[in-house]
């Protein structure tokens, strides 16, 4: 602003002026050094703008993002602002099968459209990765409502087209900056991916308690694997076409006695290691556990108990699986079928080529291969002709209702069927009732384990199982 006008400067800065200059001047050096000045700050005010926004929703990046959301949450406290995460529902396959122009331009209305709703209420917005956008915004009453609002936009843009969205909440909470509250968010999010009936999560203090207690677990694997706080127990297997049942071999089943938090539950950890890739790191403790305790059996009873340990679809992608798997039946004076390799069905379906190829090299060292779960996943008929198994091991919870259920005695009678069709035997798991063990002996089931027969056990309490074997024999010789 240049202008004779001295007392106009602070309106004129006020509406938005670079800088204000007094006429008369006759620095001319001085005008130009200040006129350059101005340009420089102006283009680099572009600059920031163009890194500031995401180019294809205009929402804020994710730096500037959580630069504002900071700044809000230190100058602000009075606002309760809270981190809303949503995404797109297989957002790749969208891409895959649309097109990326067709995924760009749902991105642009979901930005759009969040957009929209900020300036409604008082917050900000980033597109944080491909199809995930943070939302901080002031407390609203009903977020089932706003992700509806999203959805109906999604469904009125894309009618050939069905894309879900879900969303995750975490409501403000005093002393809990933006980075922490986003990534509970997140976590929530990711609770219902996949979950068709629900598409909206809050995070909670239970919540809470799961992910301090998951990474707590996490933290203390490797001293887990160090210190043996895992145990390996063993469920007998036993043979019932034939009068009285007989023990025929075991599954190795691990369990964690935890220094501080006392035994901790497989279905607490064992989920948590398959879901960030470590399960190959029990997983192996457990097949050296079990390989050492079939050779001592064998050593000190005469008798071989051959044991089936879990084969995880981590370990079937890792380089040094049939090293690591070789050099234990070697340690310890094996043969190959001493230790049988359990998969579960719905390994089967994930990268299959890949699996086959691991299996099917397993099989031709000597390994025999049981299918766990069958009946649990999405095997046709026609895939499991092809696939290369020794063994088929029912679902439990087909077992569990036989009593009572037709249907699920039929699945269980047309399991043994498809088994019978393969040449493989059928094992039977969760058998809790004498009814049951008829029922299965009846079907012509041919194994069978469970709390009927015994729980899992620790090695020196299933060493008691072995000994009435044995006694079983000699009163037969005799």
């Not at 990474?215 to 063993?234: G, P, T």
């Not at 005695?409 to 047309?414: A, G, I, S, T, Y």
């Amino acid at each position: 602003m240049l202008t004779s006008e001295k007392s106009a400067e602070l309106k004129a800065l006020q509406m938005g002026a670079a800088d204000f200059i007094t006429k008369p001047f006759d620095m001319h050096d001085v005008i130009r050094a200040r006129v350059s000045r101005i340009i420089e700050l102006n283009e680099g005010r572009q600059l920031i703008s163009a890194a500031e926004h995401d180019k294809l929703t205009m929402l804020y990046t994710r730096s500037f993002f959580f630069e504002y959301a900071n700044r809000i949450y230190k100058y602000h406290p009075e606002l309760h602002m809270d981190a809303v995460v949503i995404n797109i529902e297989q957002f790749h396959t969208v891409n895959e099968l649309n097109g990326f122009e067709f995924g760009d331009s749902i991105l642009r209305i979901i930005g759009s459209e969040i957009s929209a709703f900020l300036s409604e209420t008082e917050g900000i917005a980033s597109r944080v990765e491909a199809d995930r956008f943070n939302i901080f915004c002031k407390h609203q009453d009903d977020y089932q409502a706003l992700l509806d609002r999203f959805q109906k936009k999604m469904d009125d843009v894309s009618r050939n087209v069905s894309i879900r969205l879900r969303m995750g909440v975490k409501p403000w909470k005093a002393d809990v900056e933006p980075m922490l509250l986003f990534d509970r968010a997140s976590a929530a999010c990711s609770m219902v991916r996949g979950n068709y009936k629900t598409h909206l999560m809050f995070y909670s203090e239970d919540m809470l308690a799961r992910e301090l207690l998951n990474r707590r677990l996490l933290n203390d694997l490797r001293a887990a694997v160090e210190e043996k706080q895992f145990k390996v127990f063993y469920q007998p297997k036993y043979r019932i076409q034939c009068d009285p049942p007989r023990l025929c071999s075991a599954e190795a089943l691990v369990r964690w006695k935890h220094p501080e938090l006392g035994m901790i539950s497989p279905g607490d950890f064992i989920p948590l290691f398959e879901g960030n890739g470590q399960i190959s790191v029990v997983d192996k403790f457990v097949w050296a556990e079990a390989a050492r305790q079939i050779a001592d059996w064998r050593d000190r009873f005469g008798i071989v108990v051959p044991v089936s340990v879990n084969l995880s679809r981590a370990d079937v992608f890792h380089p040094m699986l049939v090293k690591t798997l070789t050099g234990l039946i070697e340690e310890n004076g094996l043969e190959y079928k001493n230790m049988k390799l359990e998969v579960t069905e719905s390994a089967y379906t994930d990268n299959a080529s890949h699996l086959l190829d691991v299996v099917n090299h397993l099989r031709e060292l000597g390994f025999e291969i049981e299918m766990d779960d069958f009946g649990s996943g999405y095997s046709s008929l026609n895939m499991i002709s092809s696939m290369p198994i020794d063994v088929l091991k029912t679902d439990m919870k087909f077992i569990r209702n036989i009593e009572h259920n037709t249907k699920d005695f039929r699945l269980v009678e047309l399991v043994v069927d498809i088994a019978k069709y393969l040449n493989v035997p059928v094992v039977a798991e969760g058998v809790e009732t004498e009814t049951q063990l008829q029922l299965l002996k009846n079907a012509d089931c041919d194994l069978v384990q469970g709390y009927y027969f015994s729980r899992p056990l620790p090695a020196e309490e299933f060493e008691k199982l072995i000994i009435r074997e044995i006694e079983i024999d000699r009163r037969n010789d005799q």
